[in-house]
């Protein structure tokens, strides 16, 4: 029976497809927040605190708007895939770099945990590519 179900489940090309599409989405939700007026003010004001001019921040718009449009439709997966990774490694330092080793009183789980799923998720679809849902296989 367990063979049967192995087999009805071994589509590793739609998994991917879920996997691209939910982190897609889920990181683009971010991305379009911060595109409102004063969205990239908290990332400004945290670059500011530590000395580095604020227009990084624009960066935040290509990890958080462009790549996840990049992954959702299947185009350089593996380069935004990375580039998302990046981009919640640096949340993870200046946002959490205080909690990383902390668990979030409120759920018992680890403080940083969505953005550490954000960063271990990018890390497996630049390894894993995007499969044949795509506009470009990698």
């Known amino acids: 029976m367990i063979n049967k179900f192995n087999q009805l489940v071994n589509h590793p090309d739609l998994g991917k497809l879920i996997l691209r599409v939910t982190i897609g989405v889920l990181m683009l939700l971010h991305g379009l927040h911060k595109m409102e007026p004063g969205g990239l003010a908290g990332i400004q004001g945290m670059l500011a605190n530590i000395n580095l001019p604020s227009f990084i921040a624009y960066g935040t718009l290509i990890g958080e708007v462009?790549?996840?449009?990049?992954?959702?439709?299947?185009?350089?997966t593996r380069a935004s895939a990375f580039i998302v990774a990046i981009t919640m490694l640096v949340a993870i330092l200046m946002v959490h770099s205080s909690s990383f080793w902390a668990l979030d009183p409120k759920t018992g789980g680890w403080a940083a945990e969505s953005?550490?799923?954000y960063l271990?998720?990018?890390?497996?679809?630049?390894?894993?590519g995007s499969g044949r849902f795509a506009i470009r296989k990698d």
């Not at 462009?66 to 350089?76: A, Q, S």
Request: hydrophobic share 80%; glycine share 14%.
């Open 115 to 117: 953005a550490g799923i």
């Open 120 to 128: 271990l998720a990018g890390l497996a679809l630049m390894f894993l």
């Open 66 to 76: 462009l790549c996840p449009i990049l992954l959702i439709i299947g185009l350089f």
